[in-house]
C-alpha cells in the first residue's frame, strides 16, 4: 500500500491549491481516505476525511467551508480542493487510508483524529505574499 500527495506549492492569501493524494498497490474507493497537516513546530492535524462507504466527507473546524474533499475513482486518486488560503495553512500535507474515517464530534464541533494505518510522504504547501 502506497500513498503519495502531490500538488502542493506556494500561494499568496485568498489564492486556491488542489492537493491530490494518488495510490499504488490498492484501490483507493475501498477505503476512507483523510488529509493531514503539520506545520512547522506544530502538531499534526487531522484536516478532512472521505468515507468508503457512502462517501460522507468530514472536514475540521478551521477549514470548514474552504476545502472540499473529493475521489475521482477512475483516476484512482483523492483530491483536496483548498481555496480562500490562509497564511495559517500552511504546512506539510499528508493523506491517509483506513477503513473509516476516524472522527469525533461534539456538538457542531469537528475533528479528523489520527491514527489511520497507512500513510504516504507529504508535499508542502505555503501561503504566503
Known amino acids: 500500500v502506497q500513498l503519495q500527495a502531490s500538488g502542493g506549492g506556494l500561494v499568496h492569501p485568498g489564492g486556491s491549491l488542489r492537493l491530490s493524494c494518488a495510490a499504488s498497490?490498492?484501490?483507493?474507493?475501498?477505503?476512507?481516505i483523510g488529509w493531514y497537516r503539520q506545520a512547522p513546530g506544530k502538531e499534526r492535524e487531522g484536516v478532512s476525511c472521505?468515507?468508503?462507504?457512502?462517501?460522507?466527507?468530514y472536514y475540521s473546524d478551521s477549514v470548514k467551508g474552504r476545502f472540499t474533499i473529493s475521489r475521482y475513482n477512475a483516476k484512482n486518486t483523492v483530491y483536496l480542493q483548498m481555496n480562500s488560503l490562509k497564511p495559517d495553512d500552511t504546512a506539510v500535507y499528508y493523506c491517509?487510508?483506513?477503513?473509516?474515517?476516524?472522527?469525533?464530534?461534539?456538538?457542531?464541533?469537528?475533528?479528523?483524529?489520527?491514527?489511520?494505518?497507512?500513510w504516504g510522504k507529504g508535499t508542502l504547501v505555503t501561503v504566503s505574499s
Open positions: 491517509a487510508a483506513d477503513t473509516r474515517c476516524p472522527i469525533l464530534t461534539i456538538g457542531t464541533q469537528t475533528w479528523v483524529l489520527s491514527g489511520m494505518n497507512y
Open positions: 498497490g490498492f484501490t483507493l474507493e475501498h477505503y476512507a
Open positions: 472521505i468515507s468508503s462507504t457512502d462517501g460522507s466527507t
